[in-house]
């Protein structure tokens, strides 16, 4: 299958700073991204869908301001968490689908990045 | 807008034995279904989708799940189970002309026992 990767899997900050998560579709391109979290043993909860050439679309109540999210590249989308505070630990985790059956494209995951907010 | 269940949070089973996981959906129109697994503090992993065609679909590691319309199901089953079977399995629906937008179960957790 597609390999999709996370960088880095596992960050540690202080309360008040920015991190950035990186996201890579490493052997096809994707125009489209998404961006998921997860809390301990729960399901997936869509974050926002990230459009290379174009701004993303955010699920409702998902703050765009503080979830930056840019497509730079048909391989690449990062997600910034800005002024991160411990109720945004969680692990977060990407998603690109490859193939050309429209609607039936099989989504990649990446590993996931854990993120913890002092 | 659609949505999937996923009635059991955990599903306990002995080695050998055969498994199932359930997975009923809602969504307008055709559905597009999807099951994924995740091993603990990693992404989740594709076993297997069901698009068009026959009903019953094979999928990774011995896995198959068997769509059926009449009962908005996509149960997800393996003849024997392995401990290395241990894992989150999530179902996923995406209905026909809906884009790329997945929708997750809950989330059910498989344990085999040796």
């Known amino acids: 299958g597609a390999v999709v990767s996370q960088h880095p899997s596992r960050v540690i900050c202080k309360s008040g700073t920015s991190v950035k998560i990186e996201c890579r579709s490493l052997?096809?391109?994707?125009?489209?991204m998404f961006w998921y979290r997860q809390f301990p043993k729960k399901s997936l909860m869509l974050m926002a869908t990230?459009?290379?050439?174009?701004?993303?679309?955010?699920e409702q109540g998902v703050e765009k301001d503080k979830f930056l999210i840019n497509h730079a590249s048909l391989t690449l989308s990062t997600l910034t968490v800005t002024s991160a505070h411990p109720e945004d630990s969680s692990f977060y985790i990407c998603?690109?689908?490859?193939?050309?059956?429209?609607?039936?494209?099989?989504?990649?995951f990446g590993p996931g990045t854990r993120l913890t907010v002092l | 807008a659609q949505s999937v269940a996923q009635p059991e949070d955990q599903v306990n089973v002995a080695e050998g034995n055969p498994l199932t996981v359930k997975c009923t959906y809602s969504?307008?129109?055709?559905?597009?279904l999807f099951w994924y697994v995740q091993y603990p503090n990693r992404g989740l992993q594709f076993l297997l989708k069901?698009?068009?065609?026959?009903?019953l679909v094979k999928g990774s590691y011995g896995f198959e799940a068997e769509f059926n319309k009449s009962q908005t199901s996509f149960h997800l089953k393996k003849p024997s189970a392995l401990v290395s079977d241990s894992a989150l399995y999530f179902c996923?629906?995406?209905?026909?002309?809906?884009?790329?937008?997945?929708?997750f179960g809950t989330g059910t957790q498989l344990k085999v026992e040796l």
């Open positions: 998603s690109a689908p490859m193939g050309s059956s429209g609607g039936g494209d099989t989504q990649y």
């Open positions: 052997d096809f391109q994707a125009t489209t």
């Open positions: 990230s459009n290379e050439g174009s701004k993303a679309t955010y």
């Open positions: 969504v307008s129109g055709n559905p597009y």
């Open positions: 069901y698009i068009t065609g026959d009903n």
């Open positions: 996923a629906v995406r209905p026909t002309g809906g884009g790329n937008k997945l929708t």
